[in-house]
């Protein structure tokens, strides 16, 4: 059974930092390409950042570029998203995809609310 399974959101002040987890299970991480998303209120969901399956090259929305940091650990099939000087147009549910070929998973989403 395929599960992506995100961590790691919550409440932070403008300015604070967190750490989404994004575990896997069920298929083989390793040759997957992995992403993550967000879906702010009344809004698409765009891409956030993108990291190859072997971590080689990683892609980054303009509005996270110098802000974010995607990385991933194959041995602990899990995917993170360092996020640093949090603004409240940050605020979203996050979601984590792994993409290879057509194929896709998702998981169900973690809220990060950045306010004061």
């Known amino acids: 059974q395929v599960q992506l399974v995100e961590s790691g959101g919550g409440l932070v002040q403008p300015g604070g930092s967190l750490r989404l987890s994004c575990a896997a299970s069920g298929f083989t991480f390793s040759v997957y390409n992995m992403k993550w998303y967000r879906q702010a209120p009344g809004k698409e969901r765009e891409l956030v950042a993108g990291i190859t399956s072997g971590a080689g090259s990683t892609n980054y929305a303009d509005s996270a570029k110098g802000r974010f940091t995607i990385s991933r650990d194959n041995a602990k099939n899990t995917v993170y998203l360092q996020m640093n000087s949090l603004k409240p147009e940050d605020t979203a549910v996050y979601y984590c995809?792994?993409?290879?070929?057509?194929?896709?998973?998702w998981g169900q989403g973690t809220q990060v609310t950045v306010s004061s």
């Open positions: 995809n792994a993409v290879r070929w057509s194929t896709n998973h």
